[in-house]
């Protein structure tokens, strides 16, 4: 170990420290963590844009009035689109706010570069393996690959690869605690952000535990060395690495939530312990939900079903409402302290709008809670499951927690790393502060066209529902939706790897001076700082959104068991 | 000389990341993994009609 870490002093302000002084928000920044941080960003931007390019192929094939690709084509793009953006384009993502979690807000340099750069060759390696594998039509399998469909061996590997780079990432992150800790780099408890992405990490942990133990007999089994594993284990374990991994993008993208509410607002959290305490939450119950993949398999029983999608599960729904609620209430008092204090929402009118990371997050609060957080808790309901399993419906409802959530909520973060890590400030700045709305519009659509069409019985993963004869006017209509919500959401991403690279190559350097601001909130003349201090009712605009959020709950959980009653009628 | 008094149980669960991992891992991995492994352990293999 002793070699790995060489004799680098661990805190940044030390004497003999690799780092440098960050002009804007005056931390000291680890060079290591730095270099890794480019890296993991850049590749995940790369993997955002080729499974940007497969969704629009793949709209445009749902969209039947397109209909663009052939039938081989169609599963074979479904396969790459979906391991690009549900894992590639995240993970990469995440290590990245990990490496920037453990080292900058701690005030400590990276564990060990050796192991980051191993990490770093694991995970690409991995990837393109994965998608080379799947483009020559090696793996036609989807992203879940239910056994018994076979993909070529180097599929399975390259998916190992992945997930043992990732978590040896994982392992750097954690090791980086120890040592921060260990030399006293900080005072007191970490920050709530890095304690979002500890809890990010313990996740990824579980989760990638179980992609060791799902793949590795399944390459063996490919390359005909082992038995086939039983298909019913294998969905079981499978959902153990499919669906935390969106766990894991849950606790990074509330992360991202405090952290850009804070750059762009001046917010700090209401309370930390409640924070706190709803990430604690995740980390304990957030990975039960895995189950509700399971709630029409046959193997496994209704008690287990339950409890892991219902009771446990309920603690972590609640930690999401926590933090939908405290992200916007210290933005709201925030701006109350500033001076913002008419009416209900007169803070809103104020807020900084024009900073697309602010913009990005407020829409993936919003699509995220309304959209994302409502149908999953109603489509995770055993009994209502059973009209909407492998409908449209699911993905529409994932397409608003990982991509109107998880990807917006990065996007929005990306306009801060380019400029504090990068050190160029953005290019086409105009165009940047559009993105995020054009983005989420998009994103907007796709989803509730998905879940209109999936209401109406249109199947998910399903290249042609015109043989069936069972989808009228209204079904295409929804697709339609869904096809030009698309073409909108690929031009806004488009549009962001423009923007990214363009900035790479042509944007201004911002060494030794602060980044061109975005935008942030001010305080009005002569208001003094904690006018609110003892004002119990300085969120109230937030407390009314609450109520809103909590009607429209009800009144979709119940229009879902009317529904299942219309289906199933009980007499 | 009054006794140094000790932090609330949750801030020091909190502040263990090691404590958070075992939890971390333990729970989901007895609910959900375990309990589901041995569900299908005993399901018996149907037979041909």
């Known amino acids: ?571 | 000389m009054t006794p140094p008094t000790q932090e609330p149980f949750l801030k020091r669960l909190m502040d263990n990341p090691w404590l958070l991992l075992v939890l971390g891992v333990a729970i989901p991995m007895l609910s959900y993994t375990a309990w589901g492994w041995v569900e299908i352990l005993l399901v018996k293999p149907a037979t041909l009609p």
């Open chain 1, 1 to 571: 170990m002793t070699s790995l870490t060489a004799t680098i002093p661990t805190a940044l302000d030390a004497p003999g420290a690799q780092s440098r002084h960050c002009d804007t928000t005056g931390l000291k920044v680890c060079l290591s963590s730095q270099s890794f941080i480019k890296l993991s960003a850049v590749s995940a931007v790369v993997f955002l844009l080729l499974g940007g390019i497969a969704a629009i192929l793949l709209a445009l094939t749902r969209w039947q009035a397109v209909h663009l690709l052939p039938v081989d084509w169609f599963y074979r793009i479904l396969t790459f689109h979906g391991l690009n953006m549900l894992i590639f384009w995240i993970l990469f993502f995440e290590v990245a706010i990990l490496y920037f979690a453990c080292t900058i807000p701690l005030n400590a340099r990276l564990f060990s570069r050796k192991i980051a750069w191993a990490a770093f060759a694991m995970m690409l390696t991995g990837a393109v393996m994965v998608d080379v594998t799947i483009l020559v039509g090696r793996a036609d399998v989807l992203m879940t690959s239910y056994l018994p469909l076979l993909a070529h061996p180097a599929f399975y590997l390259g998916i190992i690869l992945v997930a043992v780079g990732t978590l040896t990432a994982v392992f750097n992150f954690f090791a980086t605690l120890y040592i921060a800790k260990r030399d006293r780099t900080y005072e007191g408890s970490v920050p709530l952000v890095t304690f979002g992405a500890l809890a990010a990490a313990i996740i990824a942990v579980v989760t990638l535990l179980h992609g060791a133990i799902v793949m590795i007999p399944t390459f063996t089994y490919s390359m005909g060395w082992t038995p086939q594993p039983d298909p019913m284990w294998y969905r079981m374990i499978w959902w153990g690495l499919g669906h935390q991994s969106q766990q894991v993008n849950v606790c990074a993208m509330v992360a991202v939530w405090y952290l850009v509410g804070h750059l762009a607002t001046g917010a700090k959290p209401v309370n930390e312990t409640v924070c706190r305490g709803a990430f604690l939450l995740y980390i304990l119950f957030i990975n039960l939900a895995s189950a509700h993949h399971l709630l029409v398999d046959p193997a496994v029983g209704a008690s287990w079903k339950i409890w892991n999608t219902s009771y446990a599960m309920y603690l972590a729904v609640l930690a999401s409402m926590i933090h939908g609620f405290t992200v916007p209430a210290s933005i709201e008092m925030a701006m109350r302290d500033k001076g913002y204090v008419k009416g209900l929402f007169g803070w809103v009118t104020a807020l900084p709008w024009r900073n697309p990371a602010f913009s990005a997050v407020v829409l993936s609060v919003v699509i995220f809670g309304f959209i994302g957080g409502i149908t999953g808790v109603t489509l995770g309901t055993q009994q209502i499951n059973i009209i909407a399993h492998n409908t449209l419906r699911i993905t529409g409802h994932f397409h608003a927690t990982v991509v109107g959530g998880t990807t917006l909520a990065f996007m929005g973060l990306a306009y801060y790393v380019i400029p504090l890590i990068f050190r160029r400030d953005f290019v086409w700045r105009g165009a940047a502060r559009l993105q995020p709305w054009l983005f989420g519009g998009g994103i907007l659509m796709v989803s509730l066209g998905m879940s209109f069409a999936g209401s109406l019985g249109v199947p998910r993963r399903d290249y042609d529902i015109e043989p069936s004869g069972a989808f009228g006017p209204a079904s295409h209509l929804f697709l339609g939706i869904m096809g030009v919500g698309a073409v909108v959401a690929v031009t806004a991403l488009l549009l962001f790897c423009f923007l990214c690279v363009g900035t790479l190559l042509f944007g201004e350097r911002n060494s030794g001076r602060a980044m061109a601001e975005w935008g942030a909130a001010q305080r009005l003349p002569g208001v003094r700082e904690g006018l609110l201090d003892h004002d119990h009712w300085a969120m109230k605009g937030t407390i009314a959104l609450t109520a809103v959020f909590l009607a429209s709950f009800a009144v979709y959980y119940f229009a879902n068991w009317k529904a299942l009653a219309d289906v199933w009628p009980v007499q």
